[in-house]
């Protein structure tokens, strides 16, 4: 970990965590342009929360930061003077007249989109994979439609096409709730063989759009989402790649708080671009791509990715080694000359793993994957393997994470994030073995790999 790292981290500190973490906390969002309203996640309307609330807080569309207070059941207005009081105290806000306004932010409302806001040339597609988990989909596919929309209206150019990749389902309860609800509107596609990156790579074969984006099915995408990651295109051809921030959609248990204290995905409020042609940047630099995002909000100029490979099937969930395949894509962007660009304009709302025991998994998962990522971009870049040896045990941790988690507030989850990090550790040792072993095994199945 370099100390550019050091000084972003320290830059950008997480939202502070709410008092008990075994406290439901309802997720909120509120902007400071219209501070008479709170609001539910991903553009699902207003909300009047009872009890414990974590609110992302904005200003014209743009996020400024997380702030916390309680509401009571049928004053929704006091919650919001109670959040923008602690926005203003806690929170650097932007005065004067020339504040910008966030790409897509007006659209959804009914308004003008926001000048500067350059739609999709040649359109965009947005993937989503799913395996088996129906009962999350409405809410993100409805979402995803939201941002579909704002961004179609930007103007000539922005026609954005919604793919849905069933991965190696169980039965066709996905399929059913796209033909029965979206007609259309998502297209379907199934992909026999499990992994995400197989899925992401039929999803990818399929776009039709120009950029490419990418979510999950436990995700909500904010309505300005796809305007967001337009305009970072737009902005700058050098772009390859565009991340956004990922904020929690719901904080109900003790294993979501848990999560966002040991692994919170966000990644600051700054907008930040990685180039490996920029001055000071290092031999490492370019593995250390767990800073600019992650997969559940990432877009790609398709023909870029399509040159590239995709994503690599030996990586990802459902396979042994059990991620990495979104820090790998980052890796061979930055490799093949291009920036990726992080915009927290571009917001997804994220549904953490709810029990303590998906917890666990997820985490070791983390470490698995991580592992396997450094395999898979050594395999192609060997020359590097030495610096990355010798340096490997001090960084690995900042290279796959933004930054560390708060304090825990009682010795129980002080205990559970110390054996996080242990079940992490262990699994970044598997991550290599298993991306071989995963390759070896594609290799040898007919049409594997």
Known sequence: MNGRDRRHRAACPPPAAPASPHTPVTVVELDLADPGEVRSPGGRGPAAPDGRVSALVRLHGHPLGMVHATGTSGRPAELARALA?????????????????APGALAEQGAPVASGVSAAPGGMSVVICTRDRTELLADCLDSVLRAADTLTAAGPGGAVEVLLVDNAPAGPG????????????????????????????????????????????????DPGWLAA???????????????????????????????????????????????????????LDRYSTGRCGIGANMAFRTGLLRALGGFDPATGTGTPARGGEDLLAFHLVL???????YRPDAVVWHRHRRTLHALTVQVSGLGIGFGAYLAAALRRHPAL?????????????????GHRPPAADTPLDRRRLRALRRMERR???????????TRRQQHHTPGGG
């Open 385 to 401: 393997l030495g610096d990355l040896l010798l340096r490997l045990p001090a960084g690995a941790a900042g290279w796959h994470r």
């Open 335 to 341: 490799t093949a000359g291009h920036t990726v660009a």
């Open 174 to 221: 996905t399929e059913r709730l796209v033909a029965e609800r979206y007609p259309g509107r998502v297209r379907y596609l199934r992909e026999p063989a499990p992994g995400l990156s197989r899925a992401r790579n039929r999803g990818l074969a399929a776009a039709r759009g120009t950029l490419c984006a990418f979510t999950d099915d436990d995700a909500l995408a």
């Open 229 to 283: 990651l337009a305009a970072a295109f737009a902005a700058d051809p050098r772009t390859g790649c565009v991340t956004g921030l990922v904020v929690p959609a719901e904080l109900d248990t003790p294993a979501q708080q848990l999560f966002e204290r040991y692994a919170g995905t966000e990644r600051g409020w700054t907008p930040r671009d990685w180039n490996l042609d920029a001055p000071g940047a290092g031999p």
């Open 427 to 437: 699994g970044l040792a598997q991550g290599p073995p298993r991306y071989l072993y």
């Open 85 to 101: 009081a602690a926005a203003h105290r806690e929170l650097d806000v932007p005065a004067g007249p020339d504040v910008p306004v």
